[in-house]
């Protein structure tokens, strides 16, 4: 009777934990979000409801869409949105690829030279050449005002490849054995086995090549003069800027905070719609590729 007694004191308090646990996790999620779902309602909100809430909105009493149609129509957000997706793809595509070959390479321990070629990869990762020489050398390649200055630049992520070089290492060597025994090239090892199985550290990688180019910000205000290929975020970053409006006829335009965040949301929403579906890969790239060398 003792034991069932101390048995269900047990269960009681641990239930009184979890829900503890439970309701600060709901606040710090609650308050997380908050900041994003409030910018999201601000957006859909008329100037009297901006106004009257001093910036603070619990829910839009009445949606309103003009925020939105001013971005559209007198932002130049379609082009913008133009540049990053191309920057983002293709970015993306050429990161992988410069990724997976070094890596690979890097994962063969009998390699001649693999653990100099290692000590200077990871050399990267603690010293840079400076933003001047960087400079110099991508004005040198004249890709100055060119959407190649930020793709070419950053091609390689030292961390990134390493990361990728530990996931192909805890590959067993047997694999490999087995395809060069039947004939397979490096290159139809690497594309036939290695990377069917490499689908966890891939959605790693292109999620963090991927958001990496969709922020890019500080590269295009180095490298770039063009208003033409302008980014999203140097867009934000004007609009943020900027408190002069255009006038459309004899219609006033949205409140200024209405337009930014409407422009913070469809800037942010690509974004927040893909993470969904790379998140399964994420957390197990991350693991396999950290722990296995």
């Not at 410069?98 to 063969?108: D, H």
């Not at 180095?222 to 980014?231: A, D, G, L, P």
């Not at 942010?268 to 399964?280: G, N, R, S």
């Amino acid at each position: 009777m003792v034991k069932r007694t101390s048995s269900t004191n047990q269960l009681h308090r641990k239930g009184i934990v979890d829900v503890i646990i439970l309701i600060i996790l709901l606040l710090v999620c609650l308050t997380t979000l908050y900041p994003l779902v409030n910018m999201l309602f601000i957006s859909l909100s008329s100037m009297e409801e901006v106004v009257k809430s001093s910036g603070f909105m619990l829910y839009p009493k009445k949606i309103n869409f003009e925020g939105y149609n001013y971005v559209f129509n007198h932002v130049g957000l379609l082009k913008a949105y133009q540049t990053t997706i191309f920057i983002t793809v293709v970015g993306t595509a050429i990161n992988l690829l410069m990724t997976t070959l070094g890596a690979y390479v890097l994962s063969v321990r009998d390699m001649p030279g693999r653990n100099f070629l290692m000590t200077v990869v990871i050399i990267t990762m603690f010293f840079g050449g400076g933003l001047i020489p960087s400079y110099l050398v991508i004005k040198s390649l004249g890709m100055i005002n060119t959407v190649w200055s930020l793709m070419i630049p950053g091609a390689i992520s030292a961390w990134l490849l390493v990361l990728m070089r530990n996931f192909f290492q805890g590959v067993p060597k047997e694999l490999r054995e087995s395809a060069r025994i039947d004939g397979c090239s490096e290159m139809k090892t690497l594309t036939h086995i290695m990377l069917p199985l490499s689908m966890p550290i891939i959605a790693t990688l292109t999620l963090f090549y991927g958001v990496t180019h969709w922020n890019e910000y500080l590269n295009v205000i180095i490298y770039i003069n063009n208003n033409k290929i302008n980014t999203l975020q140097v867009l934000l970053r004007t609009m943020y800027a900027s408190n002069n409006l255009e006038i459309d006829g004899d219609r006033l335009p949205p409140p200024v905070e209405t337009i930014r965040s409407a422009t913070v949301m469809l800037t942010a929403i690509p974004i927040i719609c893909v993470y969904p579906f790379l998140q399964k890969y994420f957390v197990q790239g991350i693991m396999v590729g950290s722990l296995k060398g």
